[in-house]
Protein backbone atom coordinates (compact mmCIF):
# COMPACT_ATOMS: atom_id res chain seq x y z
CA UNK A 1 0.00 0.00 0.00
CA UNK A 2 2.31 2.51 0.99
CA UNK A 3 4.58 0.95 -1.89
CA UNK A 4 1.86 2.26 -4.36
CA UNK A 5 1.35 5.20 -2.65
CA UNK A 6 5.02 6.68 -2.45
CA UNK A 7 5.41 5.61 -6.19
CA UNK A 8 2.24 8.13 -7.34
CA UNK A 9 4.34 10.58 -5.87
CA UNK A 10 7.07 9.73 -8.24
CA UNK A 11 9.49 8.09 -5.67
CA UNK A 12 11.40 5.07 -6.65
CA UNK A 13 11.25 2.16 -4.48
CA UNK A 14 11.85 -1.21 -3.59
CA UNK A 15 10.26 -4.03 -1.83
CA UNK A 16 11.45 -7.08 -0.24
CA UNK A 17 10.05 -9.81 0.51
CA UNK A 18 11.62 -12.80 2.25
CA UNK A 19 8.86 -14.99 0.10
CA UNK A 20 8.62 -16.83 -2.90
CA UNK A 21 5.02 -14.91 -3.09
CA UNK A 22 4.18 -11.24 -2.19
CA UNK A 23 1.17 -10.68 -0.40
CA UNK A 24 1.62 -12.21 3.39
CA UNK A 25 -1.76 -12.54 4.31
CA UNK A 26 -3.38 -12.45 1.24
CA UNK A 27 -2.69 -15.26 -0.28
CA UNK A 28 -4.50 -17.96 -2.32
CA UNK A 29 -2.87 -21.63 -2.55
CA UNK A 30 -3.14 -24.51 -4.60
CA UNK A 31 -2.51 -28.17 -2.46
CA UNK A 32 -0.08 -29.98 -4.93
CA UNK A 33 -2.61 -32.83 -4.49
CA UNK A 34 -5.86 -31.25 -5.77
CA UNK A 35 -4.98 -29.12 -8.34
CA UNK A 36 -7.36 -26.33 -9.23
CA UNK A 37 -9.04 -26.34 -6.09
CA UNK A 38 -7.93 -22.49 -4.64
CA UNK A 39 -7.63 -21.76 -1.18
CA UNK A 40 -7.34 -18.54 1.15
CA UNK A 41 -4.78 -20.16 3.87
CA UNK A 42 -4.65 -16.96 5.37
CA UNK A 43 -7.36 -13.89 5.34
CA UNK A 44 -10.79 -14.54 3.79
CA UNK A 45 -13.12 -12.28 5.12
CA UNK A 46 -12.79 -8.55 3.78
CA UNK A 47 -14.75 -6.07 5.76
CA UNK A 48 -15.75 -3.63 3.09
CA UNK A 49 -12.39 -3.10 1.34
CA UNK A 50 -14.28 -1.93 -1.55
CA UNK A 51 -15.05 1.05 0.43
CA UNK A 52 -11.52 2.38 1.50
CA UNK A 53 -10.22 5.16 -0.02
CA UNK A 54 -6.90 3.23 -1.15
CA UNK A 55 -9.20 0.59 -2.98
CA UNK A 56 -10.92 3.78 -5.37
CA UNK A 57 -7.65 5.85 -5.30
CA UNK A 58 -4.99 2.90 -6.59
CA UNK A 59 -8.14 1.98 -9.12
CA UNK A 60 -7.92 -1.71 -7.94
CA UNK A 61 -11.16 -2.83 -9.70
CA UNK A 62 -9.74 -1.66 -13.07
CA UNK A 63 -7.08 -4.06 -12.33
CA UNK A 64 -8.50 -7.09 -11.19
CA UNK A 65 -10.11 -6.55 -7.82
CA UNK A 66 -13.75 -7.17 -7.40
CA UNK A 67 -15.61 -7.81 -4.28
CA UNK A 68 -18.62 -9.62 -3.40
CA UNK A 69 -20.87 -9.44 -0.49
CA UNK A 70 -23.13 -11.94 0.35
CA UNK A 71 -26.98 -11.51 1.58
CA UNK A 72 -27.02 -14.14 4.39
CA UNK A 73 -23.65 -12.63 5.48
CA UNK A 74 -23.25 -14.25 9.13
CA UNK A 75 -25.02 -17.03 10.35
CA UNK A 76 -24.39 -18.40 14.17
CA UNK A 77 -25.68 -21.96 14.00
CA UNK A 78 -27.35 -23.83 16.74
CA UNK A 79 -27.62 -27.72 17.70
CA UNK A 80 -31.16 -27.11 17.55
CA UNK A 81 -31.20 -25.83 14.02
CA UNK A 82 -32.05 -22.40 15.10
CA UNK A 83 -29.56 -19.69 13.72
CA UNK A 84 -29.07 -16.03 14.85
CA UNK A 85 -28.35 -14.58 11.52
CA UNK A 86 -26.75 -10.73 10.12
CA UNK A 87 -28.32 -9.92 6.68
CA UNK A 88 -26.88 -7.03 4.90
CA UNK A 89 -29.80 -5.47 5.48
CA UNK A 90 -30.38 -4.39 9.37
CA UNK A 91 -33.70 -4.91 9.39
CA UNK A 92 -33.44 -8.81 8.56
CA UNK A 93 -30.98 -8.88 11.17
CA UNK A 94 -33.22 -7.08 13.66
CA UNK A 95 -35.78 -9.76 12.96
CA UNK A 96 -33.35 -12.48 13.55
CA UNK A 97 -32.56 -11.00 17.15
CA UNK A 98 -35.91 -10.76 17.85
CA UNK A 99 -36.77 -14.48 17.40
CA UNK A 100 -34.47 -14.67 20.54
CA UNK A 101 -35.23 -12.05 22.50
CA UNK A 102 -37.49 -8.99 21.36
CA UNK A 103 -36.08 -6.92 24.00
CA UNK A 104 -32.24 -7.75 22.63
CA UNK A 105 -33.59 -6.60 19.35
CA UNK A 106 -34.76 -3.49 20.26
CA UNK A 107 -31.53 -2.76 22.00
CA UNK A 108 -29.21 -3.61 19.15
CA UNK A 109 -31.51 -0.60 16.97
CA UNK A 110 -30.84 1.51 19.75
CA UNK A 111 -27.07 1.33 19.82
CA UNK A 112 -26.67 0.76 16.55
CA UNK A 113 -28.47 4.42 15.49
CA UNK A 114 -26.26 5.56 18.11
CA UNK A 115 -23.10 4.85 16.66
CA UNK A 116 -23.78 5.62 13.07
CA UNK A 117 -22.84 9.25 13.91
CA UNK A 118 -19.85 7.92 15.73
CA UNK A 119 -18.55 5.82 13.32
CA UNK A 120 -18.78 8.47 10.42
CA UNK A 121 -17.85 11.39 12.43
CA UNK A 122 -15.36 10.21 14.72
CA UNK A 123 -14.35 6.33 14.54
CA UNK A 124 -13.97 6.03 10.34
CA UNK A 125 -11.94 9.06 9.83
CA UNK A 126 -9.91 8.39 12.98
CA UNK A 127 -8.42 5.02 11.44
CA UNK A 128 -8.12 6.89 8.19
CA UNK A 129 -5.08 9.22 9.72
CA UNK A 130 -2.84 9.12 11.85
CA UNK A 131 -3.60 8.90 15.58
CA UNK A 132 -3.84 12.19 17.88
CA UNK A 133 -2.38 12.29 21.38
CA UNK A 134 -4.93 10.85 23.97
CA UNK A 135 -5.15 14.56 25.47
CA UNK A 136 -5.91 15.93 22.45
CA UNK A 137 -8.12 13.16 21.29
CA UNK A 138 -10.22 13.20 24.67
CA UNK A 139 -10.71 17.00 24.63
CA UNK A 140 -11.65 17.41 21.32
CA UNK A 141 -14.61 14.12 22.70
CA UNK A 142 -15.51 16.21 25.33
CA UNK A 143 -16.73 18.76 23.01
CA UNK A 144 -19.98 16.48 21.73
CA UNK A 145 -22.32 14.54 22.68
CA UNK A 146 -21.54 11.66 20.54
CA UNK A 147 -17.80 11.97 21.69
CA UNK A 148 -18.84 12.27 25.26
CA UNK A 149 -21.10 8.87 24.17
CA UNK A 150 -18.09 6.81 22.88
CA UNK A 151 -15.78 7.77 25.76
CA UNK A 152 -18.30 6.23 28.19
CA UNK A 153 -18.99 3.20 26.09
CA UNK A 154 -15.30 2.76 25.50
CA UNK A 155 -14.48 2.75 29.45
CA UNK A 156 -15.97 -0.61 29.74
CA UNK A 157 -14.90 -3.82 28.28
CA UNK A 158 -16.65 -5.67 25.40
CA UNK A 159 -18.11 -8.47 27.93
CA UNK A 160 -19.39 -5.53 30.40
CA UNK A 161 -21.09 -3.93 27.75
CA UNK A 162 -22.94 -6.80 26.11
CA UNK A 163 -23.47 -8.26 30.21
CA UNK A 164 -24.88 -4.67 30.89
CA UNK A 165 -26.58 -3.77 27.32
CA UNK A 166 -27.92 -7.56 26.27
CA UNK A 167 -30.24 -10.60 28.11
CA UNK A 168 -30.26 -13.70 25.79
CA UNK A 169 -27.35 -15.88 26.24
CA UNK A 170 -27.57 -16.50 22.04
CA UNK A 171 -27.36 -12.59 21.51
CA UNK A 172 -24.81 -12.01 24.12
CA UNK A 173 -22.52 -15.14 22.42
CA UNK A 174 -22.82 -13.69 18.74
CA UNK A 175 -22.16 -10.22 19.73
CA UNK A 176 -19.03 -11.05 21.40
CA UNK A 177 -18.37 -14.15 18.93
CA UNK A 178 -18.08 -10.61 16.42
CA UNK A 179 -15.80 -8.67 18.90
CA UNK A 180 -13.51 -11.59 18.69
CA UNK A 181 -12.93 -11.44 14.96
CA UNK A 182 -11.34 -8.57 15.22
CA UNK A 183 -9.31 -9.89 18.02
CA UNK A 184 -9.95 -7.30 20.36
CA UNK A 185 -10.08 -9.31 23.91
CA UNK A 186 -13.39 -9.67 25.42
CA UNK A 187 -11.89 -8.23 28.93
CA UNK A 188 -10.18 -5.39 27.65
CA UNK A 189 -11.42 -2.42 29.32
CA UNK A 190 -11.06 0.65 26.66
CA UNK A 191 -13.11 -1.26 23.95
CA UNK A 192 -16.54 -1.05 25.30
CA UNK A 193 -17.67 0.81 21.69
CA UNK A 194 -15.89 -2.07 19.92
CA UNK A 195 -19.27 -4.30 19.20
CA UNK A 196 -21.79 -0.78 19.14
CA UNK A 197 -19.24 0.21 16.20
CA UNK A 198 -19.78 -2.94 14.42
CA UNK A 199 -23.53 -2.72 14.90
CA UNK A 200 -23.02 0.56 13.27
CA UNK A 201 -20.71 -0.08 10.39
CA UNK A 202 -22.37 -0.64 7.18
CA UNK A 203 -18.95 -2.97 6.22
CA UNK A 204 -19.87 -6.52 6.11
CA UNK A 205 -18.03 -9.52 5.37
CA UNK A 206 -16.84 -9.65 1.92
CA UNK A 207 -15.05 -11.82 -0.58
CA UNK A 208 -12.72 -11.48 -2.81
CA UNK A 209 -13.40 -12.80 -6.53
CA UNK A 210 -11.03 -15.46 -7.39
CA UNK A 211 -9.40 -15.72 -4.13
CA UNK A 212 -7.22 -13.06 -1.61
CA UNK A 213 -4.43 -13.30 -3.53
CA UNK A 214 -6.48 -11.51 -6.37
CA UNK A 215 -6.13 -8.32 -4.22
CA UNK A 216 -2.28 -9.05 -3.84
CA UNK A 217 -2.20 -9.09 -7.69
CA UNK A 218 -4.04 -5.87 -7.93
CA UNK A 219 -1.63 -3.92 -5.28
CA UNK A 220 1.14 -5.37 -7.08
CA UNK A 221 0.09 -3.94 -10.38
CA UNK A 222 -0.59 -0.63 -8.82
CA UNK A 223 3.11 -0.66 -7.65
CA UNK A 224 4.40 -1.19 -10.80
CA UNK A 225 2.53 0.87 -12.65
CA UNK A 226 3.91 3.51 -11.21
CA UNK A 227 7.18 2.30 -11.25
CA UNK A 228 7.76 -0.05 -8.34
CA UNK A 229 9.99 -3.09 -8.03
CA UNK A 230 9.18 -5.92 -5.79
CA UNK A 231 12.06 -8.56 -5.23
CA UNK A 232 10.59 -11.72 -3.94
CA UNK A 233 12.51 -14.22 -2.07
CA UNK A 234 15.06 -11.28 -0.75
CA UNK A 235 15.75 -10.98 2.75
CA UNK A 236 17.18 -8.15 4.68
CA UNK A 237 19.98 -9.09 7.34
CA UNK A 238 20.51 -5.65 8.65
CA UNK A 239 19.66 -2.28 8.41
CA UNK A 240 22.65 0.00 8.11
CA UNK A 241 23.44 2.98 9.90
CA UNK A 242 25.72 6.26 8.97
CA UNK A 243 25.83 8.66 11.40
CA UNK A 244 22.49 7.69 13.09
CA UNK A 245 20.33 7.63 10.31
CA UNK A 246 19.54 4.44 8.04
CA UNK A 247 20.92 4.69 4.61
CA UNK A 248 19.76 1.09 2.93
CA UNK A 249 19.82 -2.39 3.74
CA UNK A 250 22.10 -5.76 3.74
CA UNK A 251 20.58 -8.90 2.21
CA UNK A 252 21.30 -12.06 3.86
CA UNK A 253 23.03 -12.49 0.18
CA UNK A 254 25.64 -9.93 0.98
CA UNK A 255 23.99 -7.60 -1.38
CA UNK A 256 23.84 -3.46 0.25
CA UNK A 257 21.12 -1.86 -0.94
CA UNK A 258 21.35 1.78 -0.38
CA UNK A 259 17.96 3.74 0.10
CA UNK A 260 17.28 7.58 1.27
CA UNK A 261 14.72 6.07 3.91
CA UNK A 262 13.78 2.64 4.73
CA UNK A 263 9.83 1.55 5.41
CA UNK A 264 9.01 -1.27 7.87
CA UNK A 265 6.26 -3.44 7.54
CA UNK A 266 7.55 -6.19 10.33
CA UNK A 267 6.90 -6.25 13.60
CA UNK A 268 8.75 -4.16 16.37
CA UNK A 269 11.34 -7.14 17.60
CA UNK A 270 12.28 -8.04 14.05
CA UNK A 271 12.62 -4.35 13.15
CA UNK A 272 14.49 -2.89 16.10
CA UNK A 273 15.95 -5.98 17.62
CA UNK A 274 16.70 -8.22 15.36
CA UNK A 275 17.48 -5.80 12.12
CA UNK A 276 18.93 -2.94 13.67
CA UNK A 277 21.97 -2.31 16.01
CA UNK A 278 20.12 0.83 17.21
CA UNK A 279 19.48 2.34 20.92
CA UNK A 280 18.90 0.26 23.62
CA UNK A 281 16.00 1.77 24.84
CA UNK A 282 14.48 1.21 21.57
CA UNK A 283 15.06 -2.19 21.76
CA UNK A 284 13.91 -2.38 25.07
CA UNK A 285 10.89 -1.08 24.00
CA UNK A 286 10.46 -3.37 20.94
CA UNK A 287 10.60 -6.30 23.53
CA UNK A 288 8.19 -5.32 25.57
CA UNK A 289 5.44 -5.72 23.04
CA UNK A 290 2.92 -7.81 23.30
CA UNK A 291 1.28 -10.42 21.17
CA UNK A 292 -2.31 -12.10 21.31
CA UNK A 293 -3.07 -14.65 23.05
CA UNK A 294 -6.49 -15.26 21.64
CA UNK A 295 -5.27 -14.46 18.37
CA UNK A 296 -4.00 -17.62 16.82
CA UNK A 297 -5.78 -19.81 14.25
CA UNK A 298 -5.92 -23.31 13.45
CA UNK A 299 -7.56 -23.91 9.79
CA UNK A 300 -8.94 -26.97 8.42
CA UNK A 301 -9.41 -26.78 4.42
CA UNK A 302 -11.49 -28.89 2.65
CA UNK A 303 -11.72 -30.28 -0.98
CA UNK A 304 -15.35 -30.84 -1.78
CA UNK A 305 -17.52 -32.61 -4.61
CA UNK A 306 -21.02 -30.46 -2.92
CA UNK A 307 -21.03 -27.75 -0.95
CA UNK A 308 -21.70 -28.06 2.87
CA UNK A 309 -25.68 -28.38 3.37
CA UNK A 310 -26.81 -27.11 6.48
CA UNK A 311 -30.23 -28.37 7.69
CA UNK A 312 -32.32 -24.68 8.03
CA UNK A 313 -29.64 -22.08 5.91
CA UNK A 314 -30.05 -21.94 2.22
CA UNK A 315 -26.73 -19.47 1.13
CA UNK A 316 -25.06 -18.52 4.51
CA UNK A 317 -21.67 -17.08 3.73
CA UNK A 318 -19.97 -17.23 7.14
CA UNK A 319 -21.31 -19.80 9.45
CA UNK A 320 -20.61 -20.52 13.01
CA UNK A 321 -20.55 -23.65 14.49
CA UNK A 322 -20.46 -24.78 18.56
CA UNK A 323 -21.46 -21.56 20.04
CA UNK A 324 -24.85 -22.04 22.11
CA UNK A 325 -24.10 -19.27 25.09
CA UNK A 326 -21.62 -16.89 25.64
CA UNK A 327 -20.23 -18.48 28.34
CA UNK A 328 -18.59 -20.42 26.48
CA UNK A 329 -16.16 -17.30 26.20
CA UNK A 330 -14.44 -17.42 29.67
CA UNK A 331 -13.99 -21.55 28.94
CA UNK A 332 -12.18 -20.78 25.64
CA UNK A 333 -10.24 -17.91 27.45
CA UNK A 334 -8.85 -20.31 30.47
CA UNK A 335 -7.96 -22.82 27.85
CA UNK A 336 -5.75 -20.74 26.18
CA UNK A 337 -4.02 -19.31 29.44
CA UNK A 338 -3.76 -22.83 30.32
CA UNK A 339 -2.13 -24.07 26.99
CA UNK A 340 -4.87 -26.86 26.06
CA UNK A 341 -7.53 -27.11 23.53
CA UNK A 342 -11.42 -26.31 24.35
CA UNK A 343 -14.24 -27.60 23.26
CA UNK A 344 -14.37 -26.85 19.62
CA UNK A 345 -16.01 -23.12 18.43
CA UNK A 346 -15.50 -22.88 14.70
CA UNK A 347 -16.21 -20.28 11.75
CA UNK A 348 -15.35 -20.70 7.77
CA UNK A 349 -16.93 -20.46 4.31
CA UNK A 350 -17.71 -22.24 1.09
CA UNK A 351 -15.93 -19.21 -1.16
CA UNK A 352 -17.20 -21.63 -4.19
CA UNK A 353 -20.93 -21.23 -3.06
CA UNK A 354 -20.24 -17.75 -4.38
CA UNK A 355 -17.17 -17.73 -6.87
CA UNK A 356 -17.05 -20.89 -8.98
CA UNK A 357 -13.72 -19.83 -10.26
CA UNK A 358 -12.06 -20.96 -7.21
CA UNK A 359 -12.38 -24.83 -8.02
CA UNK A 360 -12.67 -26.88 -11.00
CA UNK A 361 -15.88 -27.40 -12.25
CA UNK A 362 -18.59 -29.05 -10.05
CA UNK A 363 -15.67 -28.77 -6.94
CA UNK A 364 -16.27 -26.72 -3.89
CA UNK A 365 -14.00 -25.37 -1.18
CA UNK A 366 -14.78 -24.45 2.68
CA UNK A 367 -12.91 -24.10 5.37
CA UNK A 368 -13.58 -23.59 9.81
CA UNK A 369 -11.11 -21.96 11.76
CA UNK A 370 -10.70 -22.30 15.63
CA UNK A 371 -8.45 -19.73 17.89
CA UNK A 372 -6.86 -22.08 19.79
CA UNK A 373 -3.88 -21.72 21.75
CA UNK A 374 -0.03 -21.22 19.80
CA UNK A 375 1.70 -22.93 22.84
CA UNK A 376 0.10 -26.18 23.91
CA UNK A 377 0.64 -27.94 27.41
CA UNK A 378 1.14 -30.91 26.24
CA UNK A 379 2.39 -32.09 22.72
CA UNK A 380 3.22 -29.59 20.01
CA UNK A 381 1.34 -28.55 17.04
CA UNK A 382 3.17 -30.91 14.41
CA UNK A 383 2.12 -33.96 16.13
CA UNK A 384 -1.53 -33.23 17.59
CA UNK A 385 -2.27 -31.00 13.74
CA UNK A 386 -4.16 -33.94 12.19
CA UNK A 387 -5.99 -35.26 14.64
CA UNK A 388 -7.60 -32.30 16.03
CA UNK A 389 -8.44 -31.42 12.35
CA UNK A 390 -10.65 -34.43 12.38
CA UNK A 391 -12.73 -33.86 15.09
CA UNK A 392 -13.10 -30.46 13.73
CA UNK A 393 -14.61 -32.18 11.01
CA UNK A 394 -16.48 -34.93 12.79
CA UNK A 395 -18.33 -31.96 14.18
CA UNK A 396 -18.84 -30.27 11.05
CA UNK A 397 -20.47 -33.22 10.01
CA UNK A 398 -22.85 -33.06 12.35
CA UNK A 399 -24.01 -29.55 11.28
CA UNK A 400 -23.77 -30.35 7.37
CA UNK A 401 -24.00 -34.45 7.11
CA UNK A 402 -23.46 -34.42 3.69
CA UNK A 403 -19.67 -33.89 4.14
CA UNK A 404 -19.42 -37.05 4.84
CA UNK A 405 -19.62 -38.44 1.72
CA UNK A 406 -18.84 -35.30 -0.17
CA UNK A 407 -15.04 -34.55 1.07
CA UNK A 408 -12.43 -35.55 -1.13
CA UNK A 409 -9.61 -34.68 1.10
CA UNK A 410 -8.48 -31.42 3.42
CA UNK A 411 -5.14 -30.17 5.02
CA UNK A 412 -5.13 -28.31 8.31
CA UNK A 413 -2.80 -25.60 9.58
CA UNK A 414 -1.85 -24.49 12.71
CA UNK A 415 -0.82 -21.65 14.88
CA UNK A 416 2.80 -22.42 14.19
CA UNK A 417 2.49 -22.76 10.33
CA UNK A 418 1.34 -19.16 10.29
CA UNK A 419 4.42 -18.24 12.36
CA UNK A 420 6.68 -19.96 10.19
CA UNK A 421 5.38 -18.39 6.95
CA UNK A 422 4.96 -15.09 8.25
CA UNK A 423 7.44 -14.48 11.13
CA UNK A 424 6.02 -10.59 11.71
CA UNK A 425 2.66 -13.04 13.05
CA UNK A 426 4.68 -14.11 16.35
CA UNK A 427 3.34 -16.66 18.50
CA UNK A 428 0.78 -17.15 15.41
CA UNK A 429 -0.79 -13.76 16.01
CA UNK A 430 -2.45 -12.80 12.86
CA UNK A 431 -3.10 -8.89 14.35
CA UNK A 432 0.76 -8.80 15.06
CA UNK A 433 0.53 -7.51 18.31
CA UNK A 434 -2.19 -7.30 21.00
CA UNK A 435 -4.29 -3.81 21.82
CA UNK A 436 -3.14 -4.51 25.40
CA UNK A 437 -0.56 -2.60 27.11
CA UNK A 438 -1.81 0.19 26.25
CA UNK A 439 -0.60 -0.47 22.29
CA UNK A 440 -3.44 1.62 20.62
CA UNK A 441 -3.25 4.43 18.27
CA UNK A 442 -0.97 7.24 19.61
CA UNK A 443 1.03 4.02 21.51
CA UNK A 444 0.92 1.78 19.05
CA UNK A 445 3.29 0.18 19.26
CA UNK A 446 4.67 2.50 22.10
CA UNK A 447 3.96 4.65 24.12
CA UNK A 448 4.47 7.84 22.04
CA UNK A 449 5.78 5.87 18.83
CA UNK A 450 2.10 5.87 16.83
CA UNK A 451 3.25 8.58 14.15
CA UNK A 452 4.87 5.94 11.86
CA UNK A 453 8.13 7.83 12.44
CA UNK A 454 11.29 6.16 14.54
CA UNK A 455 13.45 7.86 16.43
CA UNK A 456 16.00 6.64 14.39
CA UNK A 457 15.89 9.39 10.94
CA UNK A 458 14.81 7.77 7.71
CA UNK A 459 13.40 5.05 8.91
CA UNK A 460 9.24 4.40 9.35
CA UNK A 461 7.03 1.84 10.21
CA UNK A 462 4.49 0.90 7.91
CA UNK A 463 2.44 -2.37 9.50
CA UNK A 464 -0.15 -4.31 11.32
CA UNK A 465 2.30 -3.66 15.02
CA UNK A 466 1.00 0.22 13.40
CA UNK A 467 -2.13 1.73 13.99
CA UNK A 468 -5.07 1.20 13.60
CA UNK A 469 -3.60 -2.71 13.91
CA UNK A 470 -3.87 -5.94 12.20
CA UNK A 471 -6.57 -7.59 9.87
CA UNK A 472 -6.40 -6.58 5.72
CA UNK A 473 -7.72 -2.70 5.95
CA UNK A 474 -4.54 -1.05 4.70
CA UNK A 475 -4.95 1.47 6.60
CA UNK A 476 -1.37 1.48 8.82
CA UNK A 477 0.37 1.70 4.57
CA UNK A 478 -2.01 4.36 3.63
CA UNK A 479 -1.90 6.23 6.55
CA UNK A 480 2.05 5.85 7.04
CA UNK A 481 2.13 6.98 2.96
CA UNK A 482 0.63 10.47 4.58
CA UNK A 483 3.58 10.94 7.28
CA UNK A 484 6.16 9.76 5.09
CA UNK A 485 5.16 11.68 1.85
CA UNK A 486 4.42 14.79 4.21
CA UNK A 487 8.36 14.62 5.92
CA UNK A 488 9.69 14.57 2.24
CA UNK A 489 7.44 17.94 1.44
CA UNK A 490 5.89 15.85 -0.90
CA UNK A 491 2.65 16.90 0.34
CA UNK A 492 0.20 14.91 -2.69
CA UNK A 493 -2.20 12.69 -1.55
CA UNK A 494 -4.95 11.29 -2.99
CA UNK A 495 -6.08 10.86 -6.16
CA UNK A 496 -3.86 12.45 -8.70
CA UNK A 497 -5.45 14.16 -11.70
C1 LIG B 1 -5.40 -18.11 9.27
C2 LIG B 1 -5.58 -16.61 9.18
C3 LIG B 1 -6.81 -16.10 8.82
C4 LIG B 1 -7.00 -14.73 8.73
N1 LIG B 1 -8.22 -14.25 8.34
C5 LIG B 1 -8.42 -12.95 8.17
C6 LIG B 1 -9.64 -12.46 7.63
O1 LIG B 1 -10.53 -13.24 7.27
N2 LIG B 1 -9.79 -11.12 7.49
C7 LIG B 1 -8.79 -10.24 7.80
O2 LIG B 1 -8.98 -9.05 7.62
N3 LIG B 1 -7.61 -10.69 8.30
C8 LIG B 1 -7.39 -12.01 8.48
N4 LIG B 1 -6.19 -12.47 8.94
C9 LIG B 1 -5.22 -11.48 9.44
C10 LIG B 1 -4.43 -10.81 8.35
O3 LIG B 1 -3.97 -11.77 7.43
C11 LIG B 1 -3.25 -10.05 8.97
O4 LIG B 1 -3.68 -9.23 10.03
C12 LIG B 1 -2.55 -9.19 7.94
O5 LIG B 1 -2.12 -10.01 6.86
C13 LIG B 1 -1.37 -8.47 8.53
O6 LIG B 1 -0.81 -7.67 7.51
P1 LIG B 1 0.71 -7.23 7.52
O7 LIG B 1 1.00 -6.65 6.20
O8 LIG B 1 1.00 -6.43 8.72
O9 LIG B 1 1.51 -8.60 7.69
P2 LIG B 1 1.60 -9.81 6.67
O10 LIG B 1 0.35 -9.98 5.91
O11 LIG B 1 2.08 -10.97 7.45
O12 LIG B 1 2.73 -9.36 5.65
C14 LIG B 1 4.07 -9.27 6.03
C15 LIG B 1 4.95 -9.62 4.85
O13 LIG B 1 6.32 -9.49 5.24
C16 LIG B 1 7.04 -10.65 4.86
N5 LIG B 1 8.13 -10.82 5.83
C17 LIG B 1 8.06 -11.26 7.11
N6 LIG B 1 9.27 -11.22 7.67
C18 LIG B 1 10.12 -10.75 6.73
C19 LIG B 1 11.52 -10.47 6.71
N7 LIG B 1 12.28 -10.67 7.78
N8 LIG B 1 12.05 -9.99 5.57
C20 LIG B 1 11.29 -9.77 4.46
N9 LIG B 1 9.97 -10.01 4.41
C21 LIG B 1 9.39 -10.49 5.55
C22 LIG B 1 6.03 -11.77 4.91
O14 LIG B 1 6.45 -12.84 4.09
C23 LIG B 1 4.77 -11.06 4.40
O15 LIG B 1 4.69 -11.08 3.00
C24 LIG B 1 -5.95 -13.84 9.01
C25 LIG B 1 -4.69 -14.35 9.34
C26 LIG B 1 -4.51 -15.73 9.44
C27 LIG B 1 -3.15 -16.25 9.79
Redesign the pocket.
Given at each position: MLQAYLGRAGLKTLC????RA?????ATIEHPRWPGYRHN???????ALDQMPWYRELELERRGASYLEPELNVALLLKSGDALCWWTDFERTVESFAQFSARDAATLTRWREAFVPILEKILGPESRRPPQHPDERRAALEKTAEGRLLLETSALSPLEFVEREFTHPVAKAGLLFFNGLREVDLRLRGFGHHIPALLASPAKAQMCVGGAARLTDALAQAVRGSGGEIRTS???KRMVLERGRVVGVETTEGELIRSRFLAS??NPQ?TFV??LDGPSELQENARKFEYNLLAP?F?LNLVLKAPPRYRTLEKPFMVILGLERYEQFNDIVRHHEEGRIPPTVMWGACPTLFDATQAPAGGHTAFM?EKLPYRLRSGDWDSVRDAHAGEMLELWTQYAPNLADDTVGWFA?SPLD?ER?????RG?D???GSFANGQVGYDRPFRGAGQYRTPIEGLYLC???CHPG????GL??YNAAQVLLADLGLSQFGPRH
Open positions: LERSIGGGLIHSFFHRCEPSLQDLLAWRTELPNMGLLVGSSGNITPG
